[in-house]
């Protein structure tokens, strides 16, 4: 599965190139801007499969780095302060890690 079964390959893209530039990244706008937000919860949970690519159940901080490539081959790395302030957000538990829940939870308040 890749995030164009679950969201328009126009509105990734879109979101895409709002984030190209370092530093500009805004998880709840890429969230409402790829369309992910106006998802169900079953779609959600797919997104997060797609990203969790090591399949542990959660998204580490490694993968954190490289989630806009989840949604586009094309998609650039965070920088690191964009993967940590990404992984503040997300990490309800104190972890280091963003489980299934959180991730709902974070595209929720997007």
Not at 6 to 25: C, H, P, Q, R, V
Not at 35 to 61: H, R
Not at 94 to 103: M, Q, S, Y
């Amino acid at each position: 599965m890749s995030m164009t079964d679950i969201l328009k390959a126009e509105d990734i893209k879109a979101a895409m190139d709002a984030f190209k530039a370092a530093e500009s990244f805004d998880h709840k706008k890429f969230f409402k801007m790829v369309g992910l937000k106006a998802k169900s919860a079953e779609d959600v949970k797919k997104a997060f499969k797609v990203l969790d690519v090591d399949q542990s159940g959660f998204i580490e901080e490694d993968e954190l780095k490289f989630v806009l490539k989840g949604f586009s081959k094309d998609g650039r790395d965070l920088s690191d302060k964009e993967t940590k302030a990404f992984l503040v957000a997300g990490d309800k538990d104190g972890d280091g890690k963003i489980g299934i829940d959180e991730f709902a939870a974070l595209v929720a308040e997007a």
